[in-house]
C-alpha cells in the first residue's frame, strides 16, 4: 500500500482552478519529482499535502488517515520546508533547532538527543554555535532540512529546495534527500531544475494548468506520450588508415540493426536512434545496445567507445507540457 | 581527601536533580518565550533602549541628588518619580508593543508563522509566547528602572501606594499595548495593508504614550489616597480595565483566528470571547443597576452602546467565509453558532442582540421611572437593536443576494457597511430638507441610523409625549426583519453552494 495517496484533488480560487483533479501515489522510500511551469499549481498542491489549504473536492490518505478530514493526525506525519527557508535571525543553529524541537513536543534528553542526530545527519555540528544569519545558503538550507527531520516525519514536502543553491550544495542536498529515502521516507519535491530532478528522483509527476499530465519514470513518461520508447547510443571509432569508408560500413551495419531508426555522424562519433514500439521501458535498450556492439565488433569495425542514454526529464517535460499556465 | 570526595558524592545527585528539575520547568515554558527571550535579548533594540533609558535614569538621579542636597524637606519625590516614569513608558508604551508588531509581522512576511502551527503549537500559543516573551523583556526594563522609582519615594512628594497603583495601571497599558500590537500583525496580508497597519500602529502607539504619561502624571498628582475616595473615578478606572481586558481578548482571538487554518475550528475562540463579554458586561452592569439604580436613560444608554458594539464587531462575524471545511461540517449542528460561516455568525450576533435588548428592557424596568419620559427611553432601547438589525443586514442582502462575487468579499462588505450607513446619516437628512421639512423630520429620517436613533430618544417635554411611537418603531423593525431574513436565506443558499461544490 502507499504511504501518499492523492485522488481528484482540486482546488479553486474563485474563478481559477488552480488544481484539477489531481492524481498520484508515493510509496515509502522513494522521492517523486513534482515538475511544472511557474503557476503550474506545484506549490498550492504542496500546501494541500502540508494541511496549509483544505481542497474544493477530492482526497488525500497518508498512512491511511485523512489529510482532508483529520489533518490534525497527519500533521505529525510530514516534515514541510517552503520555498523560502524560514530561518530566524539573531539565533544560533543550536538554538532554532532546540526551540523548533521544543515546538513539536520533544522534552528532556529525548529532545537533545534528537537535536544531535539531526545535526549529525545534516553536518551542521560544527555550525552549532553560529547564528543563522551568517550562514551561507546551502547551510540555510540544510538547517530548514534539519528542521523538518526532527520530528521523524515519513513524508517530507520540500518546495524548490535546490533553488539558488550553488553546485556543492546541490550535490550535498542531493546526497542528503538519497539517505532519507533510504531511511524509508517518502519525499516529494519540486523543482525547476529539470536535471537536477531526473539525478534524485526515482519517479516524477508533470503537471500543467493544474492538471496532471504525466506520472512515472522518466521513461516511462516519454513512452506514454508519444507511444514509443526512445534511446540513444553513442558509437566513436577509430577509423585509422580506411578513412571514410569505415564510416560508411559502420552506418549501414547500424542501418540494419532491428530497432535502430537514425544514426548521423556527430564528429569523431556515430549517434544511433533506437525506438520500440508498444511503449513499454524495460531491458530493451540495453539487450539492443549489446546486439549493436556485437554486430560491429563482429564486422571488424573499429570501435574505441560505445554509451548509451535514454532520453531524460527535460525531454519529457518539453513533450509532455506545452507552456501553458493556469 | 576523603571527605572531600563524599561532599562532591553528596552534592553531585543534588546538583543533577536541581538541573532535571530546571529542566522540566524549562520543557513547560512556551517555547516561543525561549527563543524570543533569546533573541531580544541579542538584538540591538533591546541594548540601546536599556542602555539610554539607565543612562536617562542615572543622569536623573544625579540631578535629583544635586538638587535635593542642600534642602533638608525636600518634597521633589513627586516631579522625579515622574521624569523616571517617563523613560520606563517610552519602552512600556512605545518599544516592547512595537518589537513585539514586529516580530510576528516578520514570521508572517518570512512565512515562519506557517512553520510554527504545523508543529501543532497552535495560534493561541504562539500569539501567547509572543505576548509573554515582550513582557518578560519588559519586566526586564522594569527592574532596571525599579530601584530609581523607589529613589524617587525617598526624595518626599510621593507616597508608596501612589507609585504601586500608577505602576499597577501602567502594567495593565502595557498588557493591552502589546496585545494589540500583537493583533495588529495578523491584520494586512498584502504590502500595502501592513504598510498601512504600520503606519497606523506607530500613530496610535505614540498617543498610547501620550495618554500614558498624561494619566501617570494625573495620578501621582493627586495622589492615591485622593483618587480613592472618588467613586467615579473608581467606575471609570474599573470600566477602562473592564474594556483593555475584554477588548485585548476579542483582539486576540481574533488574531488566533486569523493565523488558523480553514480546516480548524477558528471562529470558536473570537465568538466566544464575544459573547461572553456581552455577557460579563451584562452582569457587570446588573450589579451597577442592584448596586444604585441609574436613571431611565441609562438603560437605553446601554442599549445603544451594546447595539453599536455588535453592528461593529458584527459586520466582521457576519463577513466570515460562506460554508466551513469539510472535516468540520459532520460535527455541525443549527445551534453550532461559535462553528464557522457567515450564516453562523450573522446568527450568533442577531442573538447577542436580542440578549442584550432583553438584558436592557430589564434594566429599564428596574430604573427609577413613573415619568412620561419612560415611554421615550423604552423606544430608545427597542430602537437601538432595530437600526443594528437592519444596517447589519443590509451589506450582506446587497453583497451576498446576487449570483455574481463581485460584492461578496469580506473587505467589500464591510466597506458596504459604513458607507450605508453613512450615506443613510448624511443623504436622509438632505432629501426631509430638499422636501421643506425639518432637518430631523422623523418620517424621512425613519432609517437613519443617527437621527432616527435620537427621534427614538427625544421627548417632546412641550406636548408631554415622546417624538415618536410604537407605529413608527413597528415599521423599522418590520423593515429590519424582513432585510435580516432576506440576508439570511441569502448566506444559507451560499452556504449550500459552497457545500456542494466541495
Known sequence: ?326 | MSALATDTAGTAPREEARRGLLERLGDRLNPLVVKEVRQGLRSRVFWVSFGLMLLSCFILSMVAYVSTREGALSTKGQGFFFGFYVCLAMVHFFIIPYSAYRSLAREREDETWVLLILTGLGPRRILRGKVASFLVQAALYASAVGPFLLFSYYLNGIDLPTILLVLVLGASWLFFLTVVAVCAATLADGRIGRALVHLVLLGSLGMAVMYGLIAAFFLSEQGYRSVSREEGFLIATGACLWAMLSYGWLLFETAAARLSLATENYTWGPRLALTLQLVLTGVLLLGLWLWDAPPAGAASGASVLGCLHLAITGIFVATDVDGQARALRAHTRPWSLLRPGAVRGFRLVVVLMLGWTGLCLGFLSMSAGGRGSDMAHLLGVLAAPAYTLFYLSLPLVVGRLPQSDRLASPAVMRVLFFSLSGLAGALLPLLAVLFDQRVDDPLFNLLNPFVGMGNFNDYNHSLDEPKMNLGLLACVWLVAVLTAFAADRALVERERRAHAAS
Open chain 1, 1 to 326: 500500500m502507499s504511504l501518499l495517496e492523492v485522488k481528484g484533488l482540486r482546488r479553486d480560487y474563485g474563478a481559477l482552478r488552480a488544481v484539477d483533479d489531481v492524481s498520484f501515489e508515493l510509496e515509502a522510500g522513494t522521492i517523486l519529482g513534482f515538475i511544472g511551469p511557474n503557476g503550474a499549481g506545484k506549490s498550492t498542491t504542496m500546501r494541500i499535502l502540508a494541511t496549509l489549504d483544505t481542497p474544493n473536492a477530492g482526497q488525500v490518505m497518508l498512512d491511511g488517515h485523512s489529510l482532508v478530514d483529520t489533518p490534525d493526525k497527519v500533521r505529525p506525519l510530514i516534515g514541510y520546508m517552503p520555498d523560502r527557508y524560514g530561518t530566524y535571525d539573531d539565533v544560533t543553529v543550536f538554538e532554532f533547532l532546540d526551540f523548533f524541537a521544543r515546538a513539536y513536543g520533544l522534552h528532556g534528553r529525548e529532545r537533545a538527543r534528537r537535536v544531535a542526530s539531526v545535526m549529525e545527519f545534516t553536518g551542521l555540528v560544527p555550525l552549532q554555535e553560529k547564528l543563522t544569519s551568517a550562514l551561507s545558503k546551502g547551510m540555510k538550507q540544510r538547517v530548514a532540512l534539519g528542521r523538518t527531520l526532527l520530528h521523524e516525519p515519513k513524508l517530507l514536502i520540500l518546495d524548490e529546495p535546490a533553488d539558488g543553491l550553488d553546485p556543492r550544495a546541490r550535490i550535498e542536498l542531493r546526497e542528503l534527500l538519497r539517505a532519507l529515502a533510504d531511511q524509508g521516507k517518502a519525499v516529494l519535491i519540486s523543482s525547476h531544475i529539470l536535471t537536477e530532478l531526473a539525478e534524485i528522483c526515482d519517479t516524477c509527476a508533470i503537471i500543467e494548468q493544474g492538471r496532471l499530465l504525466a506520472t512515472g519514470r522518466v521513461a516511462d513518461i516519454l513512452a506514454q506520450a508519444t507511444g514509443t520508447a526512445v534511446a540513444e547510443l553513442l558509437v566513436r571509432l577509430f577509423p585509422g588508415e580506411e578513412g571514410e569508408a569505415v564510416w560508411a560500413r559502420a552506418e549501414r551495419l547500424l542501418l540494419e540493426q532491428p530497432r535502430v531508426k537514425q544514426v548521423a555522424r556527430e564528429g569523431d562519433a556515430l549517434r544511433v536512434r533506437l525506438e520500440h514500439e508498444g511503449g513499454a521501458a524495460g531491458q530493451w535498450v540495453d539487450e539492443s545496445a549489446a546486439r549493436v556492439l556485437a554486430a560491429l565488433v563482429g564486422a571488424g569495425v573499429p570501435v574505441c567507445a560505445f554509451s548509451h542514454r535514454e532520453r531524460n526529464l527535460e525531454d519529457a517535460f518539453m513533450h509532455v507540457t506545452k507552456g501553458r499556465v493556469a
